[in-house]
């Protein structure tokens, strides 16, 4: 019994020792717990408090306290009789009244203003007491200066500190005598001494006088994302413009970008850039593409005027891409080559207008859609084509942003400038060149095998002179030197082909009109004066005895109405040469008359003085006309298919006139060349007889009739389609 009693007792003993230590912690917790912490309102009314005091307290120049204190913006303050209080605890406590205080609440005080909390109360200026100023907390540094005769204005920014280095309110400038103003990417405000404008992009000082400006080319203005962002919305209106309030704080985007949203839009700001504004359709296009960190980059400008009624924004990216606006077609992205087009040709105010619709890739082809037409770039070749089709010669050599030259043109040598005064390097015109100049060369190309293919023909024809041989053409052993020598009806008709020949009753007979009468000679179309018996006439044949009287010579009827000038099939003078140094006309000329320095049917080596003489009539009405009449156009240009002669079968005979076949090519009337320059320069008006319009920029041309045909300005002028085909060009359609 004892010892069951005995273990009870040790049991609450125990029990009542724990309740002790329990106890006796508690009321050391109570005894050793700190006085509660002060509220920051607690803490701003003290501090407020102790400046009031400072000031003279109600007998100062506050006057008697008005309400007690009260949180404002990020901080607090306190009313007086006279004035204010504002207190936060980065920048202590701090007073202001009168047209300082109305100025300070007016632009929307600590809450809604961006230049923050005062530093320093009001005193003072420099100029005296007449003078007063207060300076804030923005990262900018502004300060509120008042005068009795300019009011309180804000200066802030580089041009409080282009003011500070000018020597302030004591300087030569005097005290501000208005606000700032915004014109574009320039600031400016008057003072009561000159101006101070600053530019934001270009980061440079213009002053009134502007030799002050030189004091400040040194100055350090440093950048600031809240400052430049806080310029930026001042700029666009500020809190009563578009943007309206802030919504949060800022954000950053990327490295070193940062951003701020509004109610009616949003800021965007990086150091390369600038601050800019965006707002409306034109913020959700840009953000709809990624925004920043989309491929457009950050904004280069704020929304401005982009003409026939839009707005555009301009963006950072290699291709100077803009974001474009209008009230029908809403925001549409320029970019690259569309733009640097666009541009050229006027942009809004242009013959596109304004853009419909994004840009469309279809292979190597980027085209976009506009108002008035459409633009259409190859990357591969570089080249463009627009809607109206005359509107892509104006963008011949046209740089396209964000793509680099080809390495050829990057590294042409530098051509002399034409003044003389530098170099330069090739543009628009090069390239034209570039054109042209294959195209002469084919031409020349062209016109040199005619030449020699004819020269060949004339020597195998039976244009040699008395004795002479030519291997190509006659056979050693059947040639007779005397029997050729006879004349053109003397012939092998083993060698000569004797159809090929014309007689004499053969010329009479197509001398012969309806009327009986006989048909114009070649020397009255081309008015050559007097020649010998026989010449050589391209295209023209003449057939008869060089003794023969001048009134029975004869020669092919050319093709067509009686009357009619148009030349008969290609045919050549039987053969007797033309004098040394007489003028004689080719259906090819390239000057009209053509000077021969020996007779066109001499050999290389003959000596001249064994031509034996030949009797040449002394007036003769197949030379009457004067020269003046000789075509001096210049050289048509031909395929090289037309410089070869077909078998003359491939015609009736009724079409062709001499031995030799004619060429089946749609041709130009006889004496007429294949092109034409544009008439007194105006390159829409053809020229009598040339109907077809072309460009060597782009290889195209143009018929009557055709879509453009009226609108389209040509560089040359082509006597038909054929003959502008022959020549490489294509059809527009």
């Known amino acids: 019994m004892n010892g069951q009693w005995a273990r009870t007792e040790t049991a609450l003993g125990r029990f009542a020792a724990c309740l002790l230590a329990v106890a006796t912690m508690t009321l050391a917790g109570l005894l050793s717990a700190p006085e509660a912490a002060a509220t920051p309102e607690e803490d701003a009314g003290a501090a407020i408090g102790a400046a009031y005091d400072a000031s ?68 003072p200026g420099r100029v005296g007491p007449d003078s007063r100023n207060v300076i804030f907390s923005a990262p900018d540094r502004p300060v509120i200066f008042w005068t009795p005769d300019t009011g309180a204005r804000v200066v802030r920014g580089a041009i409080n500190l282009a003011w500070d280095r000018l020597g302030g309110s004591a300087g030569v400038l005097g005290v501000p005598a208005e606000d700032e103003a915004y014109r574009g990417d320039v600031v400016t405000q008057r003072f009561s001494g000159g101006e ?49 309030a802030k919504e949060g704080d800022e ?57 026939a009624g839009g707005r555009m924004a301009g963006f950072a990216a290699a291709d100077e891409p803009i974001i ?24 809004a105010a242009g013959e596109l207008g304004v853009p419909v619709d994004d840009q469309t890739e279809d292979g190597d082809e980027i085209t976009q859609r506009f108002s008035g037409g459409s633009i259409t770039w190859n990357r591969s070749d570089g080249s463009f084509r627009t809607e109206p089709a005359g509107l892509a010669a104006q963008l011949t050599g046209l740089e396209v942003p964000g793509v680099e030259p080809p390495a050829d043109i990057e590294e ?45 023909r004339y020597a195998g024809a039976g244009h040699l002179q008395s004795g002479q041989y030519d291997p190509e053409h006659h056979d050693s052993e059947r040639y007779d030197p005397e029997r050729y020598d006879q004349g053109p009806d003397a012939f092998d008709s083993d060698v000569h082909d004797p159809g090929g020949y014309d007689t004499r009753e053969d010329l009479d007979r197509r001398h012969e009109t309806p009327s009986g009468d006989a048909a114009p000679q070649p020397s009255e179309l081309f008015g050559l004066g007097t020649p010998p018996a026989q010449a050589d006439f391209r295209g023209w044949g003449y057939t008869g005895d060089p003794a023969a009287p001048a009134d029975e010579a004869r020669t092919a009827t050319p093709p067509g109405e009686p009357g009619d000038k148009a030349p008969p099939e290609p045919h050549r003078a039987d053969s007797a040469p033309a004098e040394s140094g007489q003028t ?41 006309k004067d020269q003046d009449d000789v075509d001096t156009a210049p050289t048509p240009i031909v395929a090289p298919e037309a410089a070869e ?89």
């Open 56 to 123: 003279g307290g109600p007998g100062g120049p506050l006057g008697p306290p008005d309400g007690g204190v009260y949180p404002i913006g990020a901080g607090f303050a306190q009313n007086y009789a006279h004035g204010k209080m504002f207190f936060t605890p980065q920048t202590g406590a701090h007073f202001m009244q009168g047209e300082i205080l109305a100025k300070y609440e007016s632009l929307g005080g600590p809450a809604d203003s961006d230049l923050g909390f005062p530093t320093l109360s009001e005193s």
């Open 196 to 244: 101070i404008s600053w530019n934001r992009k270009t980061r440079e000082f213009s002053t009134v006088p502007p030799e002050l400006a030189d004091q400040l080319a040194d100055l350090d203005v440093p950048q600031n994302p809240t400052a430049e962002i806080n310029a930026a919305r001042r700029a666009a209106g500020g809190a009563l413009g578009p943007l309206g």
């Open 251 to 307: 954000y950053p985007i990327g490295d070193d970008g940062v951003a701020q949203d509004f109610t009616g839009g949003t800021i965007f700001y990086s150091p390369a850039t600038g601050a800019h504004v965006l707002t409306g359709q034109v913020l959700e296009k840009y953000r709809s593409v990624g925004g920043p960190e989309g491929d457009l980059g950050f904004p280069i400008s704020g929304e401005h005027d982009g003409g």
């Open 324 to 347: 474009f606006w209008t009230p029908d077609y809403g925001a549409v992205i320029v970019r690259g080559a569309m733009k640097a087009a666009w541009d050229k040709l006027g942009g």
């Open 412 to 456: 042409a040598p530098l051509a002399q400038s034409e003044d003389g005064g530098g170099p330069s390097r090739p543009g628009v015109g090069v390239g034209w060149l570039l054109v042209l100049i294959p195209v002469l060369v084919l031409a020349a190309a062209l016109i040199g095998l005619t030449i020699w293919n004819r020269r060949r």
């Open 584 to 624: 004689r006309t080719t259906a090819a000329a390239t000057g009209g008359a053509e000077t021969l320095g020996a007779p066109p049917d001499q050999l290389p080596g003959q000596d001249e003085s064994t031509e034996p003489e030949r009797e040449t009539p002394s007036e003769d009405p197949f030379f009457e």
């Open 645 to 733: 002669p077909r078998p003359s079968a491939t015609r009736p005979d009724s079409e062709t006139t001499g031995r030799h076949a004619a060429i089946d090519v749609d041709e130009p009337e006889y004496g007429q060349t294949a092109l034409r320059l544009p008439v007194d320069g105006d390159p829409r008006r053809p020229p009598e007889g040339y109907p077809i319009k072309a460009r060597i920029t782009d290889g195209l041309y143009w018929v009557p009739g055709s879509a453009d045909y009226d609108e389209v300005d040509a560089e040359i002028w082509f006597a038909s389609e054929e003959l502008a085909r022959t020549n490489g060009f294509v059809r527009s359609d």
